[in-house]
């Protein structure tokens, strides 16, 4: 028996122009394909996945019980953008140390699209999350007769929806560049580096007011990413700066991580 | 052209050339061995023909298209060296999605990861985890997702890494399998006895350059080696009827069919030499490999 004679015919019609740099409409069609597959694959490994499962399960008890989903001082929002880097940080990095990646770029999937489609994967996974918490913190008030409006479970939703978009569009890039986890490395140190230097510079303009002054950029800096990378979601009311800032950022991180990704040169048996 | 033509490739790492100008054809139908001293740059030959790096001088075609054509990367298989891909899949469920990203169709899916699991010897741990598979099963999975969509470009890395005997005959018939099929295969190992079973042409790779190129196989010439009972020839006369002397009492030469050998053998016995034994000529591809470290 020959693999030619025992397996069904594999000849499908051929889509035409399809090269990486293609814009036909062929090529659309087949990236769209491998596109859903790979947000199928993404979300379905993560859903099945143990730690997943019993993390979700976890804050949703924590919002029956509590019902603060969207009240102030909500512990939710936090929860959910920690489930969005602890599955978000295996864009691209991970995969590339450990020799998955360099078979899928073998296989007809630009590498854009891949990336985009893991992204997508990894926030319709975190979304499924963020779904099942509001049920269960709708389930939890109405247990206890705690009346709430369907528009701020809905508005709170869509600001952690903007948030972990930022988030994994931010490890995407960071991954598109780095190998291993370093791209959650690079997260967690700017996210605290920003507020720590921010403290130690308060320390130094007291201490040493005239090095402060000379440099009296680094603060303006730090406080820039801050504002634009780690803005913070508003509990339950419409904020369309944040909206705007979090989607605008999230694009340009986009599509940095893919501009850096189709150039990234990815030897296998690298590490 | 058909087939896989590289001209002048030239690649770097910093100031540090590994690839130095390599030049390199393989045809449809054809299988073309690699081989070399660590650190040659079989690695990095095969990393620019898949598109991973990116080459600082020269040219990659495939079908007379780019090597990072989406079309053609849709009729391209590869196995890694090392098969370190996610383990916390099951071996079918990993095959499925290699399968649906090599564009299978989903009615197909299931019946060719099935049959390719079949095929390679492992549909019994279809439903364990990648974890749990030896060094030489995950090398059959590597096989299985190359060999699933029916590729016409083949790059296989040590593909017999790991494997038992069972598992190198396998793969020795997979590959001619493929050449059947008129798919262009590449193979890099360092299994010189299964270079010289599988390939058609060898290639050795030394120092960025390929130094030697080797037909082992060819459609239009047979290599035969005629051993002589010593003291029984004439050495002129055989120079003459053969095209070339014997050396330590055999005559090493070639023909273009295989009708042709026992015509050849028939005027040397004639010229009154005798003729102990005939064989098929292979190269030794150990001395080859020696003279190039």
């Avoid at chain 2, 390929?210 to 459609?219: A, F, N, P, Q, V």
Wanted: proline share 4%; net charge positive.
């Amino acid at each position: 028996m020959t693999v030619g004679e025992s397996l069904p015919d594999a000849r499908h019609p051929l889509p035409g122009d399809r090269s990486e740099s293609s814009s036909s409409g062929n090529g659309h069609r087949a990236s769209g394909n491998a596109f859903l597959v790979v947000i199928a694959e993404t979300w379905r490994r993560n859903v099945v996945n143990v730690a997943f499962i019993v993390y979700v399960v976890l804050i949703g008890l924590i919002a029956v019980g509590s019902g603060s989903f969207s009240g102030s001082g909500s512990a939710m929002q936090p929860l959910l953008v920690l489930l969005t880097l602890i599955i978000g940080c295996r864009i691209i990095g991970p995969e590339f140390s450990s020799g998955t990646l360099q078979l899928i770029l073998a296989k007809p999937i630009n590498r854009s699209t891949y990336l985009l489609s893991r992204v997508a994967g990894t926030l319709v996974s975190v979304w499924t999350a963020l779904l099942f918490v509001a049920v269960c913190n709708l389930i939890g008030r109405a247990i206890s007769d705690r009346p709430l409006r369907v528009e701020t479970l809905l508005l709170t939703m869509l600001n952690i929806m903007a948030d972990t978009l930022l988030v994994v569009a931010l490890l995407a890039l960071f991954g598109s560049l780095t190998r291993s986890y370093l791209n959650v490395a690079i997260y967690v140190v700017l996210l605290v580096g920003c507020n720590a230097g921010q403290g130690v510079f308060g320390m130094l303009r007291m201490a040493r007011p005239a090095i402060a002054k000379t440099l009296s950029f680094i603060p303006k800096i730090l406080v820039f990413i801050d504002d634009n990378l780690f803005a913070g979601a508003p509990i339950d009311h419409f904020d369309r700066d944040f909206l705007l800032l979090a989607a605008s950022n999230a694009l340009i991180a986009l599509a940095a991580a893919c501009f850096a990704f189709r150039r990234r040169e990815v030897p296998y048996g690298a590490d | 052209m058909s087939g896989v033509e590289v001209r002048g490739l030239r690649k770097s790492f910093r100031k540090h050339e590994v690839l130095k100008g390599i030049d390199l054809d393989i045809a449809p139908g054809e299988v073309v061995g690699l081989i070399g001293p660590n650190g040659a740059g079989k690695t990095t030959l095969m990393s620019c023909l898949l598109g991973y790096l990116h080459p600082n001088g020269g040219t990659i075609t495939i079908d007379g298209r780019a090597n990072d054509d989406l079309d053609i990367r849709r009729r391209t298989g590869f196995v890694p060296e090392r098969m370190n891909f996610d383990r916390g899949v099951n071996g079918r469920a990993f095959l499925r999605y290699m399968a649906r990203l090599a564009e299978i169709s989903r009615d197909d899916v299931d019946a060719r990861v099935d049959a390719m699991m079949t095929r390679l010897g492992i549909a019994h741990a279809a439903q364990k985890k990648l974890s749990t598979y030896s060094r030489g099963m995950l090398q059959r999975v590597g096989m299985c997702q190359a060999l699933i969509h029916e590729p016409k470009f083949l790059f296989l890395d040590e593909p017999t890494s790991g494997l038992d005997p069972n598992g190198v005959l396998l793969v020795r018939d997979l590959i001619n399998e493929q050449k059947e099929r008129g798919a262009a295969v590449l193979l890099n190992s360092h299994q010189l006895a299964e270079v010289e079973k599988v390939c058609d042409r060898v290639l050795f790779l030394s120092g960025g350059v390929i130094s030697h190129r080797e037909t082992l196989r060819s459609d239009v010439s047979i290599p035969i080696a005629i051993t002589l009972l010593a003291g029984t020839y004439d050495e002129a006369s055989i120079a003459e009827i053969a095209g070339t002397a014997p050396r330590d009492n055999i005559v090493i030469t070639v023909v273009t069919k295989e009708d042709e050998i026992a015509d050849l053998v028939r005027r040397i016995v004639a010229s009154g030499a005798g003729v102990i034994g005939v064989r098929r000529h292979t190269t030794d591809l150990e001395n080859i490999f020696r003279g190039g470290k």
